[in-house]
């Protein structure tokens, strides 16, 4: 089944990133049993917000959102993942990684919700699952490790950071099993 991948960036390290995340996707797509399709959207923190605001009721930026398709389209499609760009670029400079790993890490996070796993219920049964596909899918610090230690809040997003969008959509086939849990948002 496909992962499709588009970006709304004006980051150029993005566009030369597409082919590597998208395969990056697809691997973390298996890795985390899913079957049906999957689509990322990489889009700015206005955007994010809007969408938090909407779906969560919690007006404020978010580095990653998950929206799991219902039970009825199990096996078909998974669902969707919504990354931040903005605040991935602000976490990739203040943790000294690239960009693209930051967005691999909450791909990964996205995916690990779209399989049903909720680490804010499961009594860490996701962040065990995530650190273990983190170290065999050779990504740094985990998303759930980096919250649980966190001691303030997220970076905020300056205006410099507000272009105009690009857009880059791929798709690439993958397959995996399935190991359905209960369903949640990031």
Known sequence: ????????????????SANDLLRFASSAHKAAGLQGTVSILVQSS?????????F?????????LSFPAGTELQ??????IAISADIAA?????LRHSLANEIKVLIL????????????????????????LRARLRLPQSLIERTEGATGPRPSVNAATRRKPAK???????GGRRKRRT????
């Open 1 to 16: 089944m496909p992962v499709g991948l588009q970006i709304e960036s004006h980051s150029r390290q993005l566009s030369r």
């Open 46 to 54: 206005e955007r994010m917000q809007a969408m938090n605001r909407y």
């Open 56 to 64: 969560r009721h919690k007006d404020k930026p978010t580095d990653v």
């Open 75 to 80: 096996g078909m499609h998974e669902g969707d």
């Open 90 to 94: 602000e976490n990739a400079r203040s």
């Open 109 to 132: 996070h996205g995916m690990l919700h779209l399989a049903g796993y909720d680490h804010e219920a499961d009594a860490g049964e996701m962040a065990r699952e995530e650190r273990r």
């Open 168 to 174: 880059i959509t791929l798709r690439r086939a993958t």
């Open 183 to 186: 369903a949640k948002q990031s």
